[in-house]
């Protein structure tokens, strides 16, 4: 797609949430990994955010490559100072390991529980690399699936270091605000370490593009964490219903919220979360 969007982002503006695959000659995905996308990678990212408008991201690593996090650290040393990374680990990663990630731009690690990507992960190995990463300033990054938000309730509120919930918990648009999963992520983030992205509109869409059933869930989760609230695209969208068109996710942000708000989103969020300079 070459559309641009009406919406002009401004400065500095952040999105928190793309992926990055290949060049495969170079890091091919992983044996039994959960799907095999199309190449995708950092020139592709670099020519999206020019045309959107986008000054930062962070590119967060997929299942498709597991815990070799390569292809996303060789994408960020393309532009260290306004790119960021959020990794996937496994039980062998030790000091070294991490220290590399840390060096690399990553700032966080993600657990996904969706059960189409491999299901309920080890909850001990959550635990534990909970409290390794809270020692180096880093957060915990969760993709769920609706229901999993109170299936684990008590688990994601023992942690203290910063959660990011995932495409607003991929609760689905057509059962309402009231519904019990949105209800318990709404008060997940009454504690002040939950952070919540409003992404993945197109996940939780039931009407289809431009994806304004969605909407709701955006602005009451902004409206409800003001200052820990982040906005991402999820290019290349792995796994989606609907394609979505960038530039039509980057016009449906003034919908969200007004402007002071969505500068904070947009701009002022991630970059305390990730040390983007001021």
């Avoid at 498709?64 to 996937?88: C, F, H, S």
């Avoid at 534990?128 to 990463?133: P, V």
Wanted: proline share 8%; charged share 20%; glycine share 8%.
């Amino acid at each position: 797609m070459s559309k641009r969007p009406a919406f002009a982002l401004p400065p500095g503006s952040c999105d928190t949430h793309v992926h990055v695959w290949g060049p495969f000659d170079r890091f091919p995905v992983a044996a039994g990994a959960p799907y095999t996308p199309p190449e995708r990678n950092k020139d592709d990212l670099a020519a999206l955010h020019a045309r959107l408008g986008v000054e930062r991201c962070v590119i967060v690593q997929t299942t498709v490559y597991k815990a070799d996090n390569r292809a996303m650290l060789d994408a960020i040393a393309a532009a260290p100072a306004t790119r960021r990374g959020v990794a996937l680990v496994d039980a062998s990663f030790g000091d070294r390991e991490y220290q590399a990630l840390h060096d690399g731009g990553v700032r966080g690690v993600r657990f996904g529980f969706v059960k189409h990507l491999g299901g309920i992960p080890d909850l001990d190995l959550v635990r534990r690399t909970a409290e390794r990463i809270a020692a180096m300033g880093w957060h915990l990054v969760l993709h769920l699936d609706a229901a999993n938000i109170a299936e684990f309730e008590g688990l994601f509120r023992a942690f203290r270091l910063p959660v990011v919930i995932d495409h607003m918990g991929r609760v689905p648009a057509a059962e309402g605000l009231e519904q019990a999963p949105f209800r318990t992520l709404l008060g997940l983030l009454e504690a002040p370490n939950f952070w919540v992205k409003v992404s993945g509109a197109e996940r939780i869409s039931a009407a289809g593009p431009p994806f304004a059933d969605a909407l709701p869930f955006a602005r009451a989760l902004i409206a409800a964490a003001p200052d820990r609230t982040l906005w991402g695209t999820d290019w290349p969208h792995p796994n989606v219903r609907w394609m979505p068109d960038e530039a039509a996710q980057v016009d449906l942000l003034p919908q969200m919220a007004e402007a002071a708000a969505l500068r904070r989103v947009l701009v002022e969020n991630p970059a305390r979360l990730y040390g983007f300079a001021a």
